[in-house]
């Protein structure tokens, strides 16, 4: 083998290396999405199965402690989000108490001439008391 054979050897072992690094990659990405695809599956099942024997079509005394699980789940998911909800409205009505700083355009200290908060009772560059 001469110097051009070994270079084009070398060559062919590094593209092939490369697409099979591209192949697995690819399966990887297939693999991950398979996997997905199969806990979607059995998601479905289980809300099948729960829905059956909720209504009473299945009886099924081996499922029960799944059942109680989800039913409690439920519960916290309901009570959580019932906080959330309220949390919520809670805020919105404090809302109003929350202090909006404004500067007026134009109000300015009569001491040192500096722009200063609608609220302010003194001006914070000078110290001198603003009128109201
Ligand atoms: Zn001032």
Do not use: H, W
């Amino acid at each position: 083998m001469d110097f051009f054979d070994k270079l084009t050897g070398i060559a062919g072992t590094v593209t092939g290396k490369a697409a099979q690094t591209v192949n697995l990659g690819k399966t990887g990405v297939k693999l991950t999405s398979e996997k997905a695809a199969l806990a979607d599956d059995y998601r479905r099942l289980g809300e099948y199965y729960y829905a059956k024997v909720k209504v009473g079509e299945i009886s099924d005394d081996e499922a029960e402690p799944f059942i109680k699980a989800i039913d409690k789940t439920s519960e916290n998911i309901a009570s959580l989000e019932q906080q959330m909800k309220e949390a919520k409205a809670n805020i919105l009505l404090s809302s109003p108490n929350i202090e909006v700083k404004v500067i007026q355009p134009g109000r300015t200290c009569p001491t040192c001439g500096d722009k200063v908060y609608v609220s302010s009772r003194y001006c914070p560059q000078c110290g001198s008391k603003l009128e109201e």
